[in-house]
């Protein structure tokens, strides 16, 4: 029996700002643990919840840039249940009338595009967090967390494997950025994913029992632990069992599945509306007003400079990975002139100096305009292409301009065509089997002799003038 792959997601989004959703307290991460707490996250008798209109823009925002229906009403409820970083013993969440349903998300992979739909965005507040490794023999429970603004982003049952699982969360997460909604930082867990996955026999319509794996911190655990999961059912369903709906949780260490609990309905939670909050309402000239200040989001950045400067779509989906990196190409466009040089300085050494340092490209604390600099230093002459990369690498390191550099440890292309003959004369001489090699017909030595008197000049020949001057004394 063959079995297709059927994906949901529900992903849970930090909202960036600087106050929780229903009271003023720092939602700043990483301080002292409960040090950012207050009668009404820690739902203490008489507190009332006053809503962060900050959090609803953002949500709105989110919502919109996902294509989604946002609705004039929506309701917040109560979603009852029974944890130890829950304090009110009710996590404030929206149910039946979400802020905002039907978005879209195209997701490219294999060559073709495909619409997953989003079934839903609502607006809920976070929950603390329960600390395993700070007292010794227990657990500890840290609620700083506790009512930071998030938004859920449910999808339909649309995805089909475990790639277009993480595609679709690359793209949405960069649509986030873009929108500048969230930091989207995984590692301290603004972005966090279940994942929702079922079997059904090849060419069904029905949808089969499908498990909820939770504890999703990275878009590799989303693809493994779906991977995983996948492999489990199949060997459930091909023996002739059934599967048990459930959740799971994914331990990232040894790559395991284990259940957590069964699951769970909606009506175990009993939902209820909020007594504490009226609906939340917004004229449509709010939508409005958000709509028209949207940021360019990436598919049109894409197309955008694709035809404005001219570059190929391959190369542009490297710029476009995150729109800080777009940002910086942009910058560095109106600083070169010359749009195909600046991409692929950007595209190769760049990027490579921002993967060497594990930084994003605006922290290497390289501005566009001495980065500019030193490309026109390589396009005149001054210095090499790869003495150019050189100097970039000791420009991040030093903070000194190209400038400095060149100068300071006479990097400038040797044009002394006194100097340049001393070198070549000296490669020929070391290597005069090479030489007679080269005049009986093995002419691929030209590379090897080139590469021996860059050596010599320790990179400061121009390796053109090089090849000229070589081919002149060898033929
Ligand atoms: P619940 O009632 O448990 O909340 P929903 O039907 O509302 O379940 O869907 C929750 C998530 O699970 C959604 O992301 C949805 O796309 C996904 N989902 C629903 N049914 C399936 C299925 N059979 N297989 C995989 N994912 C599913
Ligand atoms: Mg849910």
């Known amino acids: 029996m063959s079995w297709e792959l059927v994906i949901g997601l529900e992903v849970h989004v930090q909202l960036r700002t600087a106050e929780k959703l229903f009271c003023s307290d720092s939602t700043a991460f990483g301080a002292e643990p409960n040090s950012q707490v207050c009668p009404v996250c820690l739902g203490l008798p008489g507190a009332l919840p006053v809503l962060n209109g900050e959090a609803v823009d953002l949500a709105i925002i989110a919502a919109l840039g996902l294509a989604c229906q946002v609705h004039e009403v929506s309701i917040f409820a109560r979603k009852s249940y029974f944890y130890p970083d829950l304090p009110k013993g009710y996590q404030i969440t929206q149910f039946s009338e979400p802020l905002a349903t039907e978005g879209m998300v195209s997701v490219r992979s294999d060559g073709e595009t495909r619409p997953i739909r989003i079934r839903r965005i609502h607006l809920e507040e976070d929950a603390g967090k ?45 649509t986030l950025e873009y929108l500048d909604v969230s930091d989207c930082n995984m590692e301290e867990g603004s972005l966090r994913v279940d994942a929702n996955v079922s079997l059904r026999a090849d060419g069904s319509d029905a949808y089969g029992v499908k498990t909820e794996v939770k504890n999703l911190n990275s878009f590799s655990a989303v693809e493994r632990s779906v991977v995983a999961e996948a492999k489990r059912q199949a060997g459930i369903l091909d023996a002739g069992g059934e599967i048990v709906q459930e959740t799971l949780l994914w331990d990232e260490r040894d790559g395991t599945l284990r259940s957590m609990r069964s699951k769970e309905e909606s009506h175990d939670y009993r939902y209820f509306p909020d007594p504490d909050l009226p609906p939340l309402r917004f004229d449509a000239e709010r939508i409005r007003r958000l709509e028209a200040e949207l940021p360019e989001l990436p598919a049109q950045r894409r197309t955008r400079l694709m035809e404005e400067h001219d570059l190929d779509g391959r190369d542009v989906d490297v710029l476009i990975a995150s729109r800080s990196l777009a940002d910086y190409f942009e910058a560095l466009v109106t600083v070169v002139g010359d749009a195909k040089a600046a991409a692929n300085w950007v595209k190769g050494p760049l990027l490579k100096e921002a993967n060497r340092l594990q930084l994003p490209v605006d922290d290497l604390g390289i501005l566009p305009r001495d980065f500019g600099d030193l490309i026109g230093l390589v396009e005149d002459g001054t210095v090499s292409g790869s003495m150019g990369r050189k100097v970039l690498g000791q420009m991040i390191d030093s903070g000194k301009t190209a400038r400095e550099i060149i100068e300071k440890e006479g990097l400038s292309q040797v044009q002394d065509s006194g100097e340049l003959n001393a070198w070549v004369d000296a490669v020929m001489e070391e290597n005069s089997e090479e030489v007679e090699r080269y005049r009986s017909g093995e002419t691929r030595l030209m590379g090897y002799f080139v590469g021996q008197t860059m050596q010599k000049s320790r990179g400061r020949a121009d390796p053109k003038a090089i090849s000229a001057l070589l081919r002149g004394r060898l033929e």
Do not use: M
Request: proline share 9%.
């Open 130 to 174: 329960s600390i395993h490794d700070r007292v010794p023999d227990g657990t500890a429970v840290d609620l700083n967390r506790t009512g930071t603004p998030l938004i859920e982003i449910v999808t339909e049952p649309d995805l089909r494997t475990p790639a277009q699982a993480r595609t679709f969360l690359q793209e949405l997460k960069r």
